[in-house]
Nanobody, 119 residues
């Protein structure tokens, strides 16, 4: 059974920091791309940051130079370090794991963790 369990969300003042974690089980973690998405009311879920199995990262323009995604394959965990937080970073943050081959693709989601940034 695949599980992605996020933690680390909470309430923080603008300018503060939070570190999100996503612990995965039931997947071959080291082979999967790992991503963080966020969703706010009335908006579509958007990609915040992603890291490939090889360690290549990419970020949404809105979080570049403030957020850092990393992974620890030994712990099957992906992290999102969020610095200089802004009120517009508020939302539910979801962990995603995906992988594709020629014959098959997989995608899994966590349950989400709430981040609230006060002004």
């Amino acid at each position: 059974q695949v599980q992605l369990v996020e933690s680390g969300g909470g309430l923080v003042q603008a300018g503060g920091s939070l570190r999100l974690s996503c612990a995965a089980s039931g997947i071959n973690f080291s082979l999967n791309r790992m991503s963080w998405y966020r969703q706010t009311p009335g908006k579509q879920r958007e990609l915040v940051a992603a890291i490939t199995s090889g360690g290549t990262t990419n970020y949404a323009d809105s979080v570049k130079d403030r957020f850092t995604i990393s992974r620890d394959n030994a712990k099957s965990t992906v992290y999102l370090q969020m610095n200089s937080l802004k009120p517009e970073d508020t939302g539910v943050y979801y962990c995603n794991s995906d992988r594709a081959t020629v014959f098959k693709s997989w995608a899994y989601w966590g349950q989400g963790t709430q981040v609230n940034v006060s002004s």
